[in-house]
Each structure stands twice: as structure tokens, then as C-alpha cells.
């Protein structure tokens, strides 16, 4: 079973629906990264975050560190939002600095 | 502007011809690392380092050596390279391990 988790492996909606990609990891963790990888291959990162919540524009990010669980919310999505999303946690051990990433989630909005 | 370059972005190669990926970030970033990316594997973290002169193994280190004699520069060398390291290479940084990341813009490289 592979640390973590992602779910849904590839999502298709219309725009303007909300979009719901989910990440469950198994272990303790310090932080959790959300990323993008757009169809050109290059990286970026959305969020990183310990506890609670984040938004930036239309995106939101939560985390529940008690369930091992966190969501990346997309509100009134948009053909440019379709990408491959990734999860990637860093563990909570002290020294081990390693970030373990989930498969990606691979999302396409239709016009 | 605030980038990390990676060198080159497309490299094919032969079985066995040592080659050196080049990582430079220009944000004085304490954390760089190096990742490659299959399908169906997702991304993977090879080698990472915390500063200067001190770098340590991630998941699948076998086959690469890096090096951090410089804050802003984290080279990805590959002694002997063999047709399994054919991948998508990606460098990162961030000012502290446990901060938002700075990703390059790839290295596709292919070993014949």
C-alpha cells in the first residue's frame, strides 16, 4: 500500500463545477504539499500546509491531520485548470526530510 | 526574477556516458533536491540536501551522485547511466525543507 494516496486517478467535469481531489497518506506527517503539473510537464506549487485551511483565488486546500486527510477544492473551474494535481507529504520524524508524493490526480474541464 | 534552471531540459544519451543535470536557483534557498517522474510511479525523490555540503539519500538514490559545494547550485551526476534512468528529471528548492517548493523546468532524458 503506497503511503499516499490519491483519489480520484482522473476526473472530467463542464466547467464552472466544483472540483474535489482528495489525498489520505498512512503516516505522520509535519506538512503536505498540493501541486500542479500542467500538460507542458512544468511544476508548481499550491499549498503547503501543516493544519487547518488555505484558499488562494478559486482554490482551497484543507488538511485533517487527525484522519490523515486532505482535500483540494477547485470553485468555478475552468478549462486552464485542467492539469494533473499532485499530494506530497513530508514526514514527521525528526531528520527525515524525504517527501513522499501520491500518484496525482489527473483532471480535465470541458468547455 | 526568481527561477531554479535546470540543464538541459531534453538529453539523450548512450548506455555508460557520464552526464551532469545542472540545478541553479537564484532565492538563496537552504533545501534543494532532485526528483524523477514515471509513469505510473509518480514523482520520486533521488537526493536532497539542506545546505551547503550536506546532501542525503532519498527513495532511489541507486545510480545518481549529486553534489552542494554551493548554496544555489545542486548538480544531478549520473557515473554510468543505463537505459532504466530514462525519465523526467525535476529539481526543487525552498528556503527550508518544510516550505513551499520551487520546481525547474524539467530534464527529459533519454539512455539508449
Known amino acids: 500500500k503506497n503511503e499516499v494516496e490519491q483519489s480520484p486517478q482522473n476526473l472530467t467535469a463542464q466547467e464552472g463545477e466544483f472540483i474535489t481531489i482528495n489525498c489520505s497518506y498512512s503516516v505522520g506527517i509535519s506538512a503536505l504539499h498540493w501541486l500542479q503539473q500542467h500538460p507542458g510537464g512544468g511544476i508548481v506549487s499550491l499549498f503547503m500546509?501543516?493544519?487547518g485551511k488555505k484558499k488562494h483565488g478559486r482554490l482551497i486546500a484543507t488538511i485533517n491531520i487527525q484522519e490523515k486527510h486532505s482535500s483540494l477544492h477547485i470553485t468555478a473551474s475552468h478549462p486552464r485548470d485542467s492539469a494533473v494535481y499532485i499530494c506530497a507529504v513530508k514526514g514527521a520524524n525528526f531528520g527525515n526530510e524525504k517527501l513522499t508524493f501520491g500518484t496525482g490526480t489527473r483532471l480535465t474541464i470541458i468547455p | 526574477e526568481a527561477q531554479v534552471t535546470q540543464n538541459p531540459r531534453y538529453l539523450i544519451t548512450v548506455t555508460g556516458k557520464k552526464l551532469t543535470v545542472t540545478c541553479s536557483q537564484n532565492?538563496?534557498?537552504?533545501?534543494m533536491s532532485w526528483y524523477r517522474q514515471d509513469p505510473g510511479l509518480g514523482l520520486r525523490q533521488i537526493y536532497y540536501?539542506?545546505?551547503?555540503?550536506?546532501?542525503d539519500k532519498g527513495d532511489v538514490p541507486e545510480g545518481y551522485k549529486v553534489s552542494r559545494k554551493e548554496k544555489r547550485n545542486f548538480p544531478l551526476i549520473l557515473e554510468s547511466p543505463s537505459p532504466n534512468q530514462t525519465s523526467l528529471y525535476f529539481c526543487a528548492s525552498s528556503l527550508l525543507h518544510d516550505t513551499e517548493a520551487f520546481f525547474g523546468q524539467g530534464t527529459r532524458l533519454t539512455v539508449v
Open positions: 500546509l501543516s493544519s
Open positions: 532565492m538563496n534557498h537552504e533545501y
Open positions: 540536501s539542506m545546505n551547503v555540503e550536506v546532501t
